[in-house]
């Protein structure tokens, strides 16, 4: 049974910065590569930052240099650091890993963090 949490989430001002991390855990065997997504009210789900076993990033126009995504694979966690937050950023963010079990290999979900952007 593989789960990802979520922590991080939370209100802050416009300019302002915000850490997401999400950790899985269960009977992993590998995880390939890991990202965050994100839903606004009324939108669809959409890519924020993904990032591969060996590191390579890619990112959404949108949040080219002010996101940063990031792992830790000795913790099998996922990290991203926003930096100078806008409203436009204000949504449900949700992490995302391809994982390799025993069994099979499944892409899983977080269970989403609220972020605000707002003054």
């Known amino acids: 049974q593989v789960q990802l949490v979520e922590s991080g989430g939370g209100l802050v001002q416009p300019g302002g910065s915000l850490r997401l991390s999400c950790a899985a855990s269960g009977s992993i065997f590998a995880i390939y590569a890991m990202g965050w997504y994100r839903q606004a009210p009324g939108k669809q789900r959409e890519l924020v930052a993904t990032?591969?076993?060996?590191?390579?990033?890619d990112y959404a126009y949108s949040v080219k240099g002010r996101f940063t995504i990031s792992r830790d694979n000795a913790k099998n966690t996922v990290y991203l650091q926003m930096n100078s937050l806008e409203p436009e950023d204000t949504a449900v963010y949700y992490c995302?890993?391809?994982?390799?079990?025993?069994?099979?290999?499944?892409?899983?979900w977080g269970q989403g963090t609220q972020v605000t952007v707002s003054s």
């Open positions: 990032i591969t076993s060996d590191r390579a990033t």
């Open positions: 995302n890993a391809r994982i390799r079990t025993w069994s099979s290999v499944d892409d899983y």
